[in-house]
């Protein structure tokens, strides 16, 4: 068995995927009438820009955007870390009525998305919530599916799927990896 790290999306790819998924949030939503991004922090927080940057791109206007921190919604907090990392929430804006779409890098078993859902409710009460990943490894504990996929990517559970971004790791690739065995 090989050790290796496999490439499966490189930078055309992911541009490819977020150009596509564009237009098809504004196509579901019929334009930007109270439409909203929100970037899972952190790895959702850069494709959230990325989506806004494409979509002012071809509407003309800027979506507004928010970063949303669910370190607090986790429901496996205390297994995974003792003294966790808070980052912060910005939405300066109202959520009540809008249609929010909710962005993140890998929809793996939706646990992390339940928490994002938790979290935004206790910012208002939109009129829907969509979901954006890059990708979706499938493996759901919970029954939560995206509305709007960059590719699907079956892995074994003992499969790392990492999404590297030039913004925090240098260079755009979506890469899995034998699970590292400690």
Do not use: C
């Amino acid at each position: 068995m090989k050790n290796k790290k496999r490439i499966v999306m490189d930078a055309e790819g992911i541009d490819r995927s977020l150009t596509r998924i564009a237009y098809e949030i504004l196509e579901k939503n019929k334009g930007l009438n109270d439409l909203v991004l929100i970037g899972i922090r952190t790895g959702g927080v850069y494709l959230a820009y990325r989506l806004r940057k494409k979509i002012a791109a071809i509407e003309g206007i800027e979506v507004p955007l928010g970063i949303l921190d669910i370190t607090l919604y986790r429901d496996d907090l205390s297994r995974i870390n003792k003294k966790p990392r808070i980052g912060k929430t910005e939405i300066a804006f109202s959520l009540d009525n809008m249609k929010v779409v909710l962005v993140d890098d890998v929809l793996f078993t939706g646990r992390t998305i339940r928490a994002a859902m938790d979290a935004l409710i206790d910012f208002g009460r939109p009129r829907l919530i969509q979901l954006a990943v890059l990708i979706d490894r499938g493996h759901r504990e919970l029954p939560i599916r995206a509305d709007f996929v960059g590719k699907n990517l079956p892995s074994s559970l003992w499969e790392d799927v990492s999404v590297n971004l030039t913004e925090k790791n240098g260079a755009d690739e979506v890469v899995i990896e034998p699970e590292t065995e400690e």
